[in-house]
DNA sequence: GTTTGGATAAGTGGATACAAAAATCCAGTG
DNA sequence: CACTGGATTTTTGTATCCACTTATCCAAAC
């Protein structure tokens, strides 16, 4: 059971594997701003190794829309629009959304019992907002969406997560009204055990769009 | 307006680029079978470069899902068991009914006739699942998910494309019964014409769906 | 003061060389 | 005759080098 929604495996057993592991992290955490150009002599050095690995690595990060490669122009960290952030959240919501409705009809009661404790693990983690709370609430997510035993859509999700964290990240900080985490999580709990597929999808689909409308109050129209 | 769902441009400045469009054409045209491995030194010496660049490509194949990379094993044609494909149309279903959903409220009557145009044009292009149906075929659906006006979502219907390519075309070739593709597609647009966003969103998704399960006829449960 | 041209520096792309890992082959053993 | 262990071959991964493209900077011209 996949309960991570991380994109790839964290043991390093290459010098290229090692240096996305690396850079992807170093781009989660938001150390470098939308339109940065990475030199990778420098990052190389940072590391310990040559150009040509971490060039390989640029390469995984652009198919992960982290960063924007241009032939002789180097490598560029990515900056969402708050258009393409929408966007992106608007692919989430039918994603998950199907992920709801694949995993639903697979769950029994001690799935719901689960989904309770991760709940409540999640509310106990503290602030909605705090880096606990969000792994936590990933967590629970994913605990979802690996019900659905669809390797690639968790996959595609994932990757859609990465992407989003750096923005996820800025907004959070500045998160002042209370989340309604568990209101809405209850919620989803409850359209899950009502049974009731289409509406389970649905409440899944506002939950992620929701998102999206909370991040847009804190954009400014032309935000990158 | 984006009128093809190729997932990148033609024009290769790089010899990076020039390896991977030869690759991907190689793969979409099926001259490997699933499992093949890919050597790299082999593949450069075909298209009069080195190795390095080949790698590079290769790398992006991946991230397309067309092949599968491990550390000092090299680069393998990936295959789709039945359940990967299954999995792979009901991802392109919400995707591609998202963007339906999205593409409506903007439609007029010029896009209306256009379509009207792409339907005809698609019907004398000859039979349903000839290389020049298809490619009329994906015009006509190209031209309504470009009207969403969602860069993102369009780059992700046609990786996923991309990525069936092969077996589409083995399935085109056995295709014994007839496509009922006009009615599908007339209904597509009498949906669309309608102006009832969540029916024209169902109906492509069933389009999508439909052919799955089409496919899922000539594929034996295990197949790669 | 702004613009333009060109020298110079910086950086990227690709080829070759070398090291390390995996696959293959083969002889010896049970 | 199948199996094991190790040498050999093949292939992959990384570093370094060179050629070429792009960016930067400075001076001369308008």
Known sequence: MIT?????????????????????RSLRLGRYKAGDRLIPEDIAAEIGMSRMP?????????????????????????GLTLDELNETFEIRSVLEGLAVRL?????????????????LRM??????GSSDWVLRHQE???????????????????????????YMRIWLDYAEKPLS????HQ?????????????????????VLGTASLLAEFATPGRR
Do not use: W
């Open 4 to 24: 991570s929604l991380s994109s790839s495996s964290p043991v390093a057993s290459t010098a290229e594997e090692e240096a996305y592991l690396y850079l992807q």
């Open 140 to 166: 629970f997510h994913a605990y979802i969406y690996g019900l659905s035993a669809r390797p690639k859509l968790i996959r595609q999700i994932a990757a859609l997560h990465v992407a989003i964290e750096p």
């Open 181 to 184: 985490a568990r209101e809405e």
């Open 187 to 207: 919620a989803l709990i409850d359209a899950l055990r009502s049974g009731d597929v289409a509406q389970a999808e649905r409440v899944m689909e506002d939950h």
């Open 123 to 128: 509310e106990r983690a503290g602030e909605a």
């Open 103 to 119: 995993a639903l009809p697979k769950m029994t009661a001690e799935h719901f019992e689960e989904l309770d404790r991760l709940l």
């Open 54 to 78: 971490v060039r390989e690595a640029f390469r995984r990060l652009a198919a992960d829309g982290l960063v924007t490669l241009r032939p002789n122009r180097g490598c560029v960290v990515a």
